[in-house]
T-cell receptor, first 114, second 113 residues
């Protein structure tokens, strides 16, 4: 059974730092991997979607990489800002039993200090 | 702009009540999902639907049922609410095929007293 782990669970950094959030998964037979952002009490917003054939995706200050063989993905945030404070979730997409499903990690809660 | 809406942001119900949570998407997506989110447990899939009138159990379907009579609307039903169903409920939709992103609604914070 696929398990998705995100470390650390919480992170606090000063504004302007570059930072890396980690996601690991136990079964490399994935369809895709997606990073989401969640603000307190709100729904999830998609940040980056990496298909299994891709190695990375970039959007603005965000870069996500995928290494299927080692079961890892990283989300790199450049020049962090207080507005980046949120919980970041990674979700692994699988095709099992004729169904496409996402398995979610429990998230990394990020606080960027002004 | 894509949109998934949920009928309530906050809901308070009593034990034993029948509860309906509604989700509507305007993107003509075939697939729709209901998750619950609890601290330390992350998002867990309750039910999903491939298309109208089709439904599949997720990982934690016990105590819940769903209805999808129209493509744009997916309802989650708690037949007899219990305190352990107090949670944040999130609806999502996606195009068929699995390669596309899931779009989430704002969530419903349900408290069962």
């Amino acid at each position: 059974k696929q398990e998705v782990t995100q470390i650390p669970a919480a992170l606090s950094v000063p504004e302007g730092e570059n930072l890396v959030l980690n996601c690991s998964f136990t079964d490399s037979a994935i369809y895709n991997l997606q990073w989401f952002r969640q603000d307190p009490g709100k729904g999830l917003t998609s940040l980056l979607l990496i298909q299994s054939s891709q190695r990375e995706q970039t959007s603005g200050r965000l870069n996500a990489s995928l290494d299927k063989s080692s079961g890892r993905s990283t989300l790199y945030i450049a020049a962090s800002q207080p507005g980046d404070s949120a919980t970041y979730l990674c979700a692994v997409g699988e095709f099992t039993s004729g169904t496409y499903k996402y398995i979610f990690g429990t998230g990394t809660r990020l606080k960027v200090l002004a | 702009d894509v949109k998934v809406t949920q009928s309530s942001r906050y809901l308070v119900k009593r034990t034993g009540e029948k509860v309906f949570l509604e989700c509507v998407q305007d993107m003509d997506h075939e697939n729709m999902f209901w998750y619950r989110q609890d601290p330390g447990l992350g998002l867990r899939l309750i039910y999903f639907s491939y298309d109208v009138k089709m439904k599949e159990k997720g990982d934690i379907p016990e105590g819940y049922s769903v209805s999808r009579e129209k493509k744009e609307r997916f309802s989650l039903i708690l037949e007899s609410a219990s305190t352990n169903q107090t949670s944040m409920y999130l609806c999502a939709s996606r195009r068929a095929g699995g390669a596309d992103t899931q779009y989430f609604g704002p969530g419903t914070r349900l408290t069962v007293l």
